[in-house]
C-alpha cells in the first residue's frame, strides 16, 4: 500500500478546480492537513493554520472558493441532529440503544453530509481526532474558523440568521423533553410531590418558549431590544440543583442503571441548553466564543463514539459503578477516626474482630482435620467464612481489611469535591493522614488479639492434652506459607485483596438494592412475618435488616469468595488461594504456640504477616479507589501536591499516621456535626 500522502494548502487549491469539491471533502481535507503526526505537538497545527492563512491571502480565488462551497453547504445543511441529540444520552434507553449500534455496525447507514451530525464524522473521520482537537487551543480555532469563514460575504447576515434559529428550536425542543421527564416513575418514587405542583422542569420550559419567540421576533425586527434571559438561567439553576437532589436522595433511597441514566440524560440536556443560552447572548462574545468551541470539541467527541458499542458500555459501567460507590462512600464516613475517641474506639473493634478471626481459624483447621472430600470440605470452609464475617459486623466488630474499599469511594468523593472547589490538596492529604491511621490501628486491634488468642489457645490446649493442637507438619504448612519466596504467599494475599474488593461492590450492590426496591416497608408488612412477629419486633426487624443488607450480604459473599478460592484452583488446575493478613496472624499464633522458636524468628515470621497485609490493603484499596474515580468521572488533577502536603504532615507530626493529635475544639465541633461512628464497621 502506497503511504498516504498528506494534502498541502497547494494540493487542497487545485483539488477545487474540478468544481466537484464537496463542502466536507474541503474540509476533510483541511483536517488531514492540520492532523498532527505522532510525536508532533499543537505548536505544529498551530503553524499549519497560520500556513493556510498565508496561502490564503496569496490566494484571494481560492479563498473566495472555499467560502462559496462553505455557505452553500451551511445554507442547506441540517443543524438540529448535531445541537439537540449529538452527544446526549439516548432517550430509548440502554438496549434499544445497544440493539442499534450493534445493527448499524452490521448494516450501516451511509452517511449525510447535509446533516452537521453525520458531517462531523465525515470530516474528524481518524480515531485520533477527538484527541487533538480537545487539546488545539480555543485561540487557534477561533482563527481557523475565521480563515474559512467569509464575513463580507452577502450570505453571511442570513446563514447567521438561520444559525440562531436552529439554535433556538434545539433548545426549545430540548427543553420539552426535560419537562417531560417530570413524571418518569423513578424521578416520582424520590420525590413524591412532583405530581402534585409545578416543577422548574415544566416552568423551566415555558420561559424558554417565551424567550425563543421574543429571541425571533428581534431577530427580525418587530422589537428594538433583546430581552435579558436572566429568568431563563435562574430556573435553568433551579432544574440543575433539583437533578443534584435527586442524585442525593438516590442514595438514601436507591437507584439503578435506568435512574442513573435518566438523571445523567437530564444533566447533559439541562447543561446543552445552558450552552445554547451562552452562544445565543450577543452581549458576552467572549463567553460566546469560548462556549461555541466548547460545544464544538464535545460534538466532535460524541460523533466518533456515536456507533461504538465500547463507548456505550463505558458510559453505562460508570453509571453502575457509581451507583454501588454513592453508598461505599456513605459507609466510608465510619471507617475513618478523626478524634481519639473514634481512634481507641477503633481499637476496641478491631480487637472484637480478632477474637471471632481466631475462633474461625481454630474451626477451619478442625475443618481442614476431617479429612473430608475438596468439595464439602470447601463449602464448610466457605460457611465458616462467610457466618463468621457475618457475626463480626453484627457484633459491630471490624476487619481491618474490609476498610479500603469503603475509605477509597470517600477519598474519591472528596477528589471530585476538590475539582469543584469543595476541597483542596492539602485537606485530601489530611484525609489521607487520618484513613491510614484508621487503617493502622483496625489491623493492629485485628492481628495483636488474633496472634494473642490463638498462641493462648494453642498453648491451654496442649497443656491440657498433653500434645498439640497442630502436628508438625501442619505447624510447618501453617509456616510455608507465610514465607513470601518459598511460597505464593504473596500472589494469594493479593488475591484475597481482590476478593475484598469484589466484597465492597457486592455490598454497595445489595445497600443500593435494599434502599430501591423498599426492602424495610416490604419486611414490615411480609405476609409471612405478620403471624410471628408482633408489629414492634418486626419493624426493629425489618428496619436492622434494612440498614445492614449490603453489610451481610458483602460479607458472606466475601467468605464465600475465600473458602472456594482454592477449590477453583484445583479444578483449573492452578495454583490459586488466599493470604489473608488476620487469619494469617492466627494461624502463626497456632503454629508456634507448642514449639516456639525464638524471638528473632518470630518477628521474622511476623514481617511476613505485615507483607501479607500490605499486600491485602493495596490491592483491595487501588481497585476501589479507581472504580470510585472512574464512576465520578474524575482523577487526581495534582497528584504531586497531595503527595507535597502529606509528606509535610508526615513531616511535621510523624506520630499523627499512628496515633491522632489532642482533640481541638474545632475536631470536637466537627465530631459532633458528622454524626459518623462504627456502628455499620464491617459495611
Known sequence: MAPRVRPTPQRIFAS??????????????ITDWLRPEPGENMDTVCRR???????????????????????????????????????LFSRQGFMRELGKRIYEHINPLPLNG???????????????????????????????????????????????????????????????????????????????????????FVALQREIARYCRHY????????????????????????????????????????????????????????????????????????????????????????????????????????????ITENASDHGEHYITRSRKDYFAMLRSGAGGGIIIALMALIKIRIMGLALAPLPE?????????????????????????????????LAEAIQQGEHGGANPKKIAALL?????SQFIAIVGNVSVALSLAFAIGWVYALLRGFPLLSHEACEYQIYELKPFASLALLHACIAGLW?????????????????????????????????????????????????????????????LLGSTAYIGMLLGLPLGIRHVAFASGNLGYAMAFDFPGFFTFLLYFLFVSLISFCNLWVSFSLALS???????????????????????????????????????????????????HQDDSG
Open 627 to 677: 472504580v470510585a474515580l472512574r464512576s465520578r468521572n474524575t482523577r487526581i488533577q495534582s497528584f504531586s501536591k497531595v503527595m507535597f502536603f502529606f509528606k509535610e504532615q508526615v513531616k511535621a507530626a510523624p506520630l499523627s499516621l499512628f496515633f491522632p493529635p489532642a482533640d481541638t475544639a474545632a475536631e470536637k465541633k466537627d465530631q459532633s456535626s458528622s454524626s459518623h461512628g
Open 49 to 87: 493554520i497560520d500556513l493556510l492563512d498565508k496561502a490564503q491571502e496569496e490566494n484571494p480565488d481560492a479563498s473566495e472558493k472555499i467560502a462559496t462551497i462553505l455557505q452553500e453547504w451551511l445554507g442547506r445543511a441540517n443543524y438540529f441532529l448535531a445541537f439537540a441529540v449529538l452527544g
Open 114 to 200: 447535509d446533516s452537521l451530525s453525520d458531517a462531523l464524522s465525515l470530516i474528524f473521520h481518524h480515531p485520533e481526532d477527538p484527541q487533538w482537537v480537545q487539546d488545539l487551543p480555543d485561540e487557534s480555532w477561533m482563527h481557523l474558523f475565521r480563515i474559512l469563514w467569509n464575513a463580507e460575504s452577502g450570505d453571511a447576515p442570513r446563514l447567521l440568521e438561520k444559525s440562531i434559529s436552529e439554535l433556538l428550536y434545539a433548545m426549545e425542543m430540548l427543553s420539552i423533553w426535560v419537562a417531560g421527564e417530570e413524571l418518569e416513575p423513578d424521578l416520582v418514587r424520590l420525590e413524591p410531590r412532583i405530581v402534585s405542583r409545578d416543577s422548574a
Open 433 to 437: 493522614v487520618q484513613v491510614a491511621r
Open 216 to 323: 425571533e421576533a428581534w431577530i427580525h425586527g418587530e422589537i428594538r431590544e433583546l430581552e435579558d434571559d436572566a429568568h431563563a438561567r435562574v430556573l435553568l439553576d433551579q432544574c440543575m440543583q433539583a437533578v443534584t437532589a435527586f442524585r442525593k436522595k438516590s442514595v438514601t433511597k436507591g437507584t439503578s442503571i435506568p435512574l442513573s441514566y435518566l438523571l445523567e440524560r437530564l444533566d447533559q440536556t439541562l447543561k446543552r441548553i445552558q450552552d445554547i443560552l451562552d452562544i445565543l447572548t450577543p452581549m458576552r462574545q467572549k463567553v460566546t466564543e469560548k462556549t461555541a468551541i466548547r460545544l464544538f470539541k464535545e460534538l466532535v467527541t460524541a460523533s466518533r463514539q456515536r456507533r461504538s458499542v465500547r463507548a456505550l458500555f463505558q458510559r453505562n459501567i460508570r453509571l453502575l459503578s457509581r451507583s
Open 500 to 560: 475484598l474488593f469484589v466484597a465492597g461492590l457486592t455490598a454497595g450492590f445489595f445497600d443500593n438494592r435494599a434502599a430501591y426496591i423498599g426492602l424495610r416497608d416490604r419486611l414490615k408488612n411480609h405476609p409471612l412475618l405478620r403471624p410471628l412477629l408482633p408489629e414492634k419486633q418486626r419493624a426493629a426487624l425489618a428496619d436492622y435488616i434494612h440498614e445492614n443488607y449490603g453489610a451481610l450480604v458483602g460479607n458472606f459473599f466475601f467468605g464465600v
Open 378 to 410: 470447601t463449602i464448610l470452609v466457605s460457611l465458616n467464612y462467610g457466618f463468621g464475617f457475618m457475626l463480626i459486623h453484627i457484633l459491630h466488630f471490624t476487619v481491618a481489611t474490609k476498610q479500603p474499599a469503603m475509605t477509597a469511594a470517600r
Open 16 to 29: 477545487l478546480e474540478s468544481g466537484n469539491t464537496s463542502a466536507t471533502d474541503l474540509l476533510r481535507q
